[in-house]
């Protein structure tokens, strides 16, 4: 399952899975082998999406 997760990881950021291996070995990445949502990967402010939208069609922020 992780080598799998390194694999997609690695192709997303344009990195060899080896790399992240090291880096996973090393403690530098760790990585969860449950549900995306655990890894809290958007931990943004709770009103983060209510101007998304605005962002995205302006091209800037508020």
Do not use: C, K, N
């Amino acid at each position: 399952m992780e080598a799998q997760i390194l694999r997609d990881l690695a192709a997303v950021l344009g990195r060899t899975p080896e790399e992240l291996a090291i880096e996973h070995a090393a403690g530098v990445l760790p990585i969860s082998a449950g549900p995306l949502a655990d890894w809290g990967l958007f931990d943004g402010p709770p009103d983060l999406a209510a101007g998304a939208g605005d962002w995205l069609h302006e091209g800037s922020g508020r």
